[in-house]
């Protein structure tokens, strides 16, 4: 079972001073709403305390369901179709448990995130990518890979997408994209599972509705999107809290491995969450994370249009945390990293963002919200003078 590989190459940027990181995926702390929830913590163990010290319930506390459905305003949504888990993570890797038998087939994008990609090979997966084009996953792609694969008799498990602000690469599929990505699926009978952390984070732009809402109101009484929500970067990766929404069926399969592994979600966060959304804190805590992070992206983009050599392409968001940088094609940015630590600066290589044996080696991924707009400035100088000596 592989280890995290970028969770090891940001180990080995740790020691080098004044090193300027865009390798992470961090919120900055400053969105941190702490005092709100120290505040909140405390008047939940007070108040709630005999109840949420005690072991919890493993679908997850009905509170915070309840909460949740009236945020997010699904008509049809109900308890039994959402569960909490410890982190989306968690939730990922329940959902594969609950659907994949060793040898089975797992599509994704290619990049995609590499938690996941690592957990579906951990549980015996063939996990197969497919393109992301500028406006999402490339179905032309996908439906020839589909078709390749029942030739071949092999048993699709479901399509792992994650269509928002996509990490790596920070693109966002259209709407018209969603409807066929979804009718194609119905058709194929593959489920989808959407992963979000990133679709609240929009700074500007009109919002595309996720795929869950789209099944929802376009495709009535299918039920083959799964979506996990995290509030990694929302609230705080620290409190490792996420929920699913999907078929009665399927989150019954996952509850039944939160019992065997993670038993329950901490019951004090839940309730802590359930507070946060009830007082009407959410939405607009969220509007604040996202005006703190705009000039930052907005930092980035201007400084790579400045210092980067013209045969460099890269995406261009409107929010989410990370931007993606394609460069020629004999450029190995695995070797790069290792230059440009020396240059005092950090990135992901873009290989570790795909399946195994289905690497590509001539990009990389970059972070722009755990910087300051000076270290924006300074490191994408370091990192376009070293491609533009590499390319000469």
Not at 145 to 169: E, M
Not at 266 to 295: M, S, W
Not at 317 to 336: H, M, Q, R, V
Request: glycine share 6%; aromatic share 10%; net charge negative.
């Amino acid at each position: 079972m592989k280890s995290s590989l970028i969770r090891e190459l940001v180990a080995s940027t740790k020691s080098i001073p004044d090193l300027i990181s865009f390798a992470g995926g961090f919120p900055a702390p400053a969105t941190f709403p702490k005092h709100i929830l120290s505040e909140l913590y405390l008047n939940v163990v007070n108040e709630d305390g005999y109840e949420v010290l005690q072991y919890g319930a493993s679908e997850g506390d009905i509170q915070l369901k309840n909460e949740l459905i009236k945020w997010e305003g699904y008509k049809e949504l109900t308890t039994q179709k959402m569960l909490i888990t410890s982190g989306a993570t968690n939730g990922i890797f329940y959902f594969a448990k609950a659907l994949v038998d060793p040898g089975d087939v797992v599509l994704c994008e290619a990049p995609s995130f590499l938690g996941s990609l690592v957990a579906f090979e951990a549980i015996g997966a063939e996990t197969i990518g497919i393109p992301v084009q500028e406006d999402g996953i490339d179905l032309d792609q996908l439906i020839h890979t589909i078709q390749s694969l029942k030739r071949q008799n092999k048993q699709i498990k479901f399509l792992y997408l994650i269509p928002d602000f996509q990490n790596p690469s920070g693109v966002t599929m259209t709407l018209a994209k969603r409807k066929e990505l979804i009718a194609l699926c119905i058709k194929e009978n593959i489920p989808i599972l959407e992963d979000n952390p990133y679709s609240r984070l929009r700074f500007f732009g009109k919002t595309v509705p996720t795929l869950y809402s789209v099944c929802a109101s376009d495709f009535a009484g299918a039920e083959i999107v799964t979506e996990i929500v995290s509030f990694s970067k929302i609230l705080g990766p620290g409190m490792r809290l996420a929920f699913v929404k999907g078929s009665a069926e399927i989150i019954s399969r996952m509850e039944s491995w939160q019992q065997k592994i993670t038993v329950t979600p901490d019951c004090v966060t839940q309730r802590v969450a359930a507070l946060f959304l009830n007082k009407g804190f959410i939405n607009p805590h969220i509007e604040t994370i996202c005006n703190y992070y705009k000039p930052f992206l907005h930092k980035m983009l201007s400084e790579l249009e400045i210092h980067m050599p013209d045969k460099v392409e890269w995406t261009k968001p409107e929010g989410g945390i990370f931007l993606w940088l394609w460069l020629p094609e004999k450029t190995n940015a695995d070797e790069l990293f290792a230059l440009a630590r020396e240059q005092k600066v950090a990135f992901i290589p873009g290989s570790k963002f795909y399946p195994t044996g289905q690497e590509k080696f001539n990009c990389l991924r970059l972070n722009y919200t755990f910087s300051t707009e000076t270290q924006i400035e300074k490191g994408i100088e370091r990192l376009g003078n070293l491609l533009k000596t590499l390319l000469a």
